[in-house]
Structures are given as structure tokens and as C-alpha cells.
């Protein structure tokens, strides 16, 4: 899918809601000091405990300031938890 270093970017969180302002910043800084693609909502992204329109904002946002520039892929741990609660 890609060649080089992907992110597994976080997901920040402030007083319990999800940061998309702090996010913004993180997928601008990736794509800034040359990272050849981000994974959205992997592991490390919180993937299990964001609600589907959390996930869409994180999503959507991602790809927006991205443009094609880079590979984007979403995790799917939230996906593989529900497949085995």
C-alpha cells in the first residue's frame, strides 16, 4: 500500500470529547515532516471507545486536509471488537 513511514496517529481527547482542533495539528505536523501515510483509528487512535460520528469527523477531517497527498487507511480495531464482544 505505501513504502516509508506511516503513522499510526492518536486521537487526543480533552476534558472527555474528542480534540479534533489537536488532531487537526497532528495530521498537519505528520504530513509537514514527511510521513508517507497515516492509519486513522488504528490502536493507538482509540478506536474502541470514539462513536460512529466521532469516527466519520476523524475520517473525513483527515482525508480533507490530506488531500491524495498520502496514503490514509483506517484501523479497524473498533470493527474487531464488535466482531467478538
Known sequence: MFRGVGTAIVT??????LDL???ERLVR???ENGVNALIVL???GESPT????EREKLVSRTL???DGKI???RGS???FHRKND
Open 77 to 79: 480495531g473498533n470493527e
Open 29 to 31: 505536523y505528520q504530513l
Open 71 to 73: 496514503p490514509c487507511d
Open 12 to 17: 487526543p481527547f480533552k476534558n472527555g470529547e
Open 21 to 23: 482542533e489537536s488532531y
Open 64 to 66: 480533507e486536509i490530506v
Open 42 to 44: 488504528g490502536t493507538t
Open 50 to 53: 470514539v462513536n460512529e460520528d
